[in-house]
Antibody
Framework: QLQLQESGPGLVKPSETLSLTCTVSGGSINSSTYYWGWIRQPPGKGLEWIGSKYYGGSTYNSPSLKSRVTISADTSKNQFSLKLSSVTAADTAVYFC????????????WGHGTLVTVSS | DIQMTQSPSSLTASIGDSVTITCRASQSINNFLNWYQQKPGKAPKLLIYAASSLQSGVPSRFSGSGSGTDFTLTVSSLQPEDFATYYCQQSYRTTLTFGGGTKVEIK
């Protein structure tokens, strides 16, 4: 059974860079069938897609966040990571990682999510 | 971006009721539309993909329809575990977008 687990600091200071890692178990990120993505949800609000990464290189990011987002993959560790620069309080959210079917662009496996608070 | 608009933003219903949630895209997305259910403190769960295909393991009381710009999710005979928030997501473009969500509450 595929499992995804987010990890990283729960508190980040304004203007700094948020860094999260998603560790995938029960399957490999070296797949030509899937993207690996990040989604966030501010407290009490809806879902916002951040970006998707193909292990082989292609990356798609939200236009509203594009200049601040970097998604990378480490196939040796079966992990993919998110970096979001110049954070503000508006970036406070639960961050989810997920597997995305490349053809149907559906998200079928999700991590439990991790709350990141931006505060000094 | 393709904007996704859901309505209503919330609704109340009773056990056994049938409810319908609407999702509208800002441009035609053919049938590239997925539906998710999210319960408090949990990750979303895929219910329906390609507008009307039921994800494996999802009860048949969930159904989806629509194409182009207008889509619906129907839950027939609501069960206690169906009270949750539902989101649509367009899969027409690799820059994904979600609807704002519809919260289904117990009357």
């Amino acid at each position: 059974q595929l499992q995804l687990q987010e990890s990283g600091p729960g508190l980040v200071k304004p203007s700094e860079t948020l860094s999260l890692t998603c560790t995938v178990s029960g399957g490999s990120i070296n797949s030509s069938t899937y993207y690996w993505g990040w989604i966030r949800q501010p407290p009490g609000k809806g879902l916002e897609w951040i970006g998707s990464k193909y292990y082989g290189g292609s990356t798609y990011n939200s236009p509203s966040l594009k200049s601040r987002v970097t998604i990378s993959a480490d196939t040796s560790k079966n992990q993919f990571s998110l970096k979001l620069s110049s954070v503000t309080a508006a970036d406070t959210a639960v961050y989810f990682c997920a597997r995305i079917h490349m053809r149907e662009l559906l998200l079928d496996y999700w991590g439990h999510g991790t709350l990141v608070t931006v505060s000094s | 971006d393709i904007q996704m608009t859901q309505s209503p933003s919330s609704l109340t219903a009773s056990i056994g009721d049938s409810v319908t949630i609407t999702c509208r895209a800002s441009q035609s997305i053919n049938n590239f539309l997925n539906w998710y259910q999210q319960k408090p403190g949990k990750a979303p769960k895929l219910l329906i993909y390609a507008a009307s295909s039921l994800q494996s393991g999802v009860p048949s009381r969930f159904s989806g329809s629509g194409s182009g710009t207008d889509f619906t999710l129907t839950v027939s005979s609501l069960q206690p575990e169906d009270f949750a928030t539902y989101y649509c997501q367009q899969s027409y473009r690799t820059t994904l977008t979600f609807g704002g969500g519809t919260k289904v509450e117990i009357k």
